[in-house]
């Protein structure tokens, strides 16, 4: 059966606002007129934004003249609004862009963040699900059927020579080691910080099975709009100089970079700090760029083979020239 991407607006989308450009916001310490930039991350806070964080405390975004906010919610809303430009930032993975760009959506990937795709299906090590053709005829929770994670579940389905009617797929929103532990699903989708490294914590042995073990996509990177890339580049290019930069700091300084994460999402702290411990150095090895590469640029082959696979396996009728859903203009300044 081919499954079509619906990008549908939230309630949530309905309280952001885009009109004419918003007020400089003055910087307290320097006195300095800084721009108020929107960033569109994840669904709630977590210690896995920690660069961002490293970047807002230790001033990086405010030495470029940015003024950062960080707003959480669903990667295909942010698609959306990014699109129309109502936000002109957010963290998406390459395969989010080859929907949106198929879609009519003008956005344009223009730094790489993860080095690595992070989305795996995992299971207990009893259940036996080692490899992709092992999931035929299994129970497999994820938050639903959007977003990086169900494009990582296509992936490794297709991988073994399965499809969605293969295997039986259950809505657990965002509580997938719950799930396995508690035996409601064989197996579930998330990334490989989060659910493998929580059960692992709980003395629970799993398996994992990546979708960079069998497809090499872009993952989460910086994703911008045309029109922010045509009239404001200089806000483009200040954007992606303060992450990298802020990723660079974090990687070399992981226990301060901790100790600011905390500060931005103190929930993360006191008895569920060794869990939250264990995802940040878990999400490290992500961030890390491989020797001979340079940081944040995409690889056009990597674009190719996403933009045939999305199309392949029935997740867009469209899809547009790979080298028009990335630049590498502004990591290679």
Known sequence: MRIKFLIVMTLFSLLLTACAAPAPVIDATTGAALTPVKLGVGFIPSVQFAPFYVGIEKGFFADEGIDLQLAHGFENDYLKLVGVDEVQFMVGSGDQVVLGRGQGLPVRYVMGWYTRYPVVVFAKDAA????????????????????????????????????????????????????????????????????????????????????????AIPSNGLVTNEQTLTDRPELVAAMVRAT??????????????????????????????????????????????????????????????????????????????????????????
Not at 266 to 281: C, K, L, Q, T
Request: proline share 6%.
């Open 128 to 215: 036996q699900i080692a490899e992709p053709a092992d999931l035929r005829g299994k129970r497999i929770g994820l938050p639903g059927l959007f977003g990086a994670n169900y494009v990582a579940l296509r992936g490794i389905l297709a991988a073994g020579g399965l499809t969605e009617q293969d295997v039986t797929l259950e809505s657990i929103g965002f509580t997938q080691a719950a799930a396995i532990s508690e035996g409601r699903v064989d197996a579930a989708v998330d990334y490989a910080v989060n659910g493998p490294v929580l059960l692992g914590l709980a003395g629970e042995s799993t398996t994992q099975i990546g979708l960079d073990d069998y497809l």
């Open 244 to 333: 990298l930069r802020a990723i660079a700091y974090t990687l070399a300084n992981p226990d301060e970079a901790f100790a600011i994460a905390l500060k931005f999402v103190p929930e993360a702290g006191g008895e569920n700090e060794p869990a939250n411990r264990a995802v940040f150095d878990a999400s490290l090895p992500y961030w890390t760029t491989p020797a001979g590469r340079t940081p944040g640029a995409s690889d056009l082959a990597a674009w190719e083979t996403a933009a045939a696979f999305m199309q392949e396996v029935g997740l867009t009728d469209t899809v547009t020239p790979a080298a028009e859903h990335f630049t590498n203009e502004f990591v290679e300044e």
